[in-house]
C-alpha cells in the first residue's frame, strides 16, 4: 500500500467531507421531514386520546347514574339504538304505504271515470298528478284494487309488513 503524501490529507478530507455533508443534508431534510409528520400524527392521537377518555368518562358517570356496570351500560345502549333503527324503518314502510294509498286513493276520487291503477309500487308510484317517490326501505310494492278502493301490500328489506286498507 502506498503512503499518501501529508500535504494531500487535508484536501482529502474536505473532499470525504463535502461529500458526506451533501448526502447527509440530503438525508437530513428527509429525517427532518418525517419528524414533522410523525408529531402531526402523535399531536392527531393525543386529541384522539383526549375526546375517547371524555368519552369514557361520561360513559362511567351515565352507568354510576344507572346502577350498572359501564359495559352492560353500553351493551343495553346499543340495544337501545338497535331497537329505534328497526322501529324506524318499520315506520318508514307505513309511511310509504299510506302515501301510496293516499295517491291511489286521490286519483280514483279525482273523476268518476278514474280508476285504481294496480301494478308494482317498490320504484315509487305515480297516477296522474301524484307521485310518491321510492323509499330504499321498500323491498316490494303491490297496489291493486277495482273502483275506487285500492289495496296496497308493501313488504320492507327487514321483512316487516304493511297493508292498507
Known amino acids: 500500500m502506498k503512503a499518501i503524501p501529508r ?12 461529500a458526506c455533508s ?19 400524527q402523535v399531536d392527531q392521537l393525543l386529541e384522539e386520546n383526549k375526546a375517547l377518555k371524555v368519552q369514557g368518562e361520561f360513559i ?4 354510576t347514574q344507572a346502577g350498572v356496570s359501564p359495559q352492560e351500560f353500553v351493551q343495553k345502549l346499543e340495544q337501545g339504538l338497535s331497537g329505534a333503527r328497526v322501529q324506524a324503518q318499520q315506520r318508514s314502510v307505513q309511511a310509504y304505504t299510506q302515501n301510496v294509498y293516499k295517491a291511489a286513493y286521490a286519483y280514483a276520487a279525482e273523476s268518476e ?42 313488504i320492507g328489506k327487514d321483512g316487516y309488513r304493511s297493508a292498507l286498507p
Open 7 to 18: 500535504a494531500t490529507l487535508p484536501l482529502l478530507l474536505t473532499l470525504a467531507l463535502t
Open 22 to 40: 451533501s448526502d447527509n443534508s440530503t438525508q437530513l431534510k428527509t429525517l427532518e421531514q418525517e419528524n414533522t409528520r410523525l408529531k402531526a
Open 60 to 63: 362511567n358517570r351515565l352507568a
Open 113 to 154: 271515470e278514474n280508476k285504481v291503477i294496480s301494478g308494482d309500487c317498490s320504484s315509487g308510484y305515480t297516477v296522474g298528478q301524484y307521485s310518491v317517490p321510492a323509499n330504499s326501505e321498500i323491498s316490494s310494492c303491490t297496489v291493486s284494487g277495482t273502483g275506487e278502493e285500492p289495496d296496497v301490500a308493501v
